[in-house]
């Protein structure tokens, strides 16, 4: 791996897999859906994370799908990884060495990793000083994932990770505009950027100088995310409508997730079963698939007031 100096602002998809009928990823599937993203603007590709349904994939199966997204990829658009699972420090620093050299730009922490939920701040630094001694030459990104519990980093922590020079992407899931600004003003002058996975709160953490988007619902409409991130300040008025629309949108989340984002790919012309890992696809019933056609019928009218054609996939 090649440390990265900086991250690029602007929206990172937290990927999904595809998988074959009998669960096996589908990496036939996954070209397809890394050219759609790509397609659509993104700026990056955060593989090998929740999303990616990576607390159910072996550790030669992450390592191998960190591989094939950053080759698919190449020069194109920068991708990260997690796939940061183990529990005890040796495990984390062999899934760590193992991913990061495939050749990704930066290998993604998951922040309830390093202590316990009643664990305090200091053995988490502590921990994280052990990993950095440990893979010299590594780029890292945080995740505050809310499984299997959901560790928010504090100002302070974030001051500790943004003075080693390490970590230059924190993927921020508190939803909170106060703890985005306190945050912000935490890492301030420094190479760690936050880019927030809550919808609700992006425009306004946008304005506090958050750096982009890396959520849920990139993996249905991201385009709507990349015209947010990048022309919110020249045309405010429909960063607000459209801000309105992408937040109540995005409570689609609630139902079967990542289920119903591959149905909502399939819509497009993916070719990617609803198969998974982590959620039963025979769950996801006809009045879930109603759901999701309705939500993508009501996108259409906000695409038409930013000029934006509601995108059909052309595989590659």
């Not at 922590?157 to 912000?184: N, P, Y």
């Not at 990048?230 to 989340?253: H, M």
Request: charge should be negative; glycine fraction near 6%.
């Amino acid at each position: 791996m090649t440390r990265l100096k900086e991250i690029a602002n602007g929206v990172w998809p937290t990927m999904i897999t595809p998988f074959t009928e009998d669960k096996q990823v589908d990496y036939n599937g996954l070209e397809q859906l890394i050219e759609w993203y790509i397609s659509q603007g993104v700026d990056g590709l955060f593989a090998v994370c929740q999303s990616s349904e990576m607390f159910f994939l072996s550790l030669e199966e992450r390592v191998k799908m960190a591989r094939f997204v950053k080759e698919k990829a190449g020069s194109r658009v920068p991708v990260i990884a997690s796939g940061h699972v183990s529990d005890d420090l040796e495990g984390q620093i062999e899934e760590i060495r193992q991913i990061a050299a495939t050749g990704i730009d930066a290998f993604v922490i998951v922040t309830n990793r390093f202590a316990k939920e009643e664990e305090s701040d200091e053995v988490w630094i502590s921990r994280a000083q052990t990993i950095l001694e440990n893979v010299p030459g590594v780029s890292f990104g945080l995740y505050e994932c809310p499984y299997p519990y959901k560790r928010l980093l504090s100002p302070q922590v974030l001051s500790w990770c943004a003075s080693t020079g390490r970590f230059l992407f924190l993927k921020d899931t508190s939803c909170s505009e106060t703890e985005i600004e306190a945050k912000l003003e935490a890492v301030k002058g420094s190479s760690l950027k936050l880019f927030n996975a809550n919808t609700a709160t992006l425009l306004a953490s946008l304005r506090l100088g958050a750096a982009g988007f890396s959520g849920v619902m990139a993996n249905m409409h991201p385009d709507l995310y990349v015209w947010l991130t990048r022309n919110w300040s020249a045309e405010p008025q429909k960063a607000e409508t459209l801000q309105a629309f992408l937040s109540t949108a995005s409570l689609i989340e609630l139902q079967i997730y990542p289920v119903n984002a591959k149905y909502y790919q399939q819509q497009l012309g993916l070719p990617i079963a609803l198969t998974g890992r982590s959620k039963d696809a025979s769950t996801f019933t006809a009045t879930r698939k109603l759901e999701v056609n309705q939500l993508a019928a009501t996108e259409q009218a906000i695409r038409e007031h930013v000029s934006l054609p509601r995108p059909v996939y052309a595989k590659a």
